[in-house]
């Protein structure tokens, strides 16, 4: 009876699993730069399509809204390992945030909407945030948090309808795409963080696997 091993390289190798041989790469720089590289491919290539409007969005406009984004947000101060919060039903904006956030290394943290006062208010707590994103039913709730933790953080609003609010889309009208614009290279991504999830356990509240 004869056995195999598995045979791994630190960079572009290959693979021999069980004799099959898979050739891989590391990607050097981080999300941000390699989904800012993808998606400078194929520009016109669809990406996303809006299934409550049926309008779709190509990897250009996608790149570029967040490449606008990452610029408005870098204007407000945000860099690498700010927290980014974004709490909202689904829709096609999300993706830009998550984008912009990955091309400034910064850390989003996406929250499930369902979350009551409680769970939210504690998260804020522990996860400090500089920029919260949301919609018409979770921003009032982050505004009531925020002040009752005094705590001056700002909230934006999917939601272009919602008067007196930072509205998302007004938000991308402040910046135009800057074809010089580069993402943030991350050294050592592997031990860098660009995720928080918190979680929700079956006898405790919600909670974040981060100390800042």
Not at 26 to 32: D, H, M, R, S, V
Not at 86 to 94: A, G, L, P, Y
Not at 133 to 141: K, L, V
Not at 162 to 171: A, P
Request: proline fraction near 4%.
């Amino acid at each position: 009876m004869t056995s195999r091993t598995s045979k791994r390289k630190s960079t572009l190798g290959s693979i021999d699993i069980e004799g099959s041989r898979v050739s891989y790469e590391i990607y050097n720089g981080g999300l941000g730069k390699r989904y800012f590289d993808k998606l400078g491919q194929d520009l016109d290539k669809i990406i996303q399509v809006d299934v409550s409007t049926g309008v779709t969005e190509t990897r250009g406009s996608v790149r570029g809204r967040a490449v606008k984004l990452a610029i408005e947000m870098k204007r407000r101060d945000i860099k690498h390992d700010d927290i980014i919060v974004m709490c909202s039903r689904t829709n096609t904006d999300q993706v830009i945030v998550v984008l912009a956030a990955l091309f400034l290394g910064a850390i989003l943290a996406p929250l499930d909407p369902e979350f009551n006062y409680k769970e939210v208010l504690d998260l804020m707590k522990q996860l400090k945030p500089k920029l919260v994103f949301g919609d018409s039913r979770t921003i009032p709730q982050f505004d009531r948090i925020f002040q009752a933790i005094n705590m001056n953080i700002t909230t934006v609003n999917f939601n272009p309808e919602v008067t007196g609010t930072v509205q998302f889309r007004k938000l991308l009208l402040t910046q135009k795409e800057d074809e010089n614009f580069t993402p943030s290279f991350v050294e050592n991504a592997k031990t860098r963080v660009a995720f928080i999830l918190p979680t929700q356990g079956t006898t405790a509240n919600c909670s974040s696997p981060w100390n800042k």
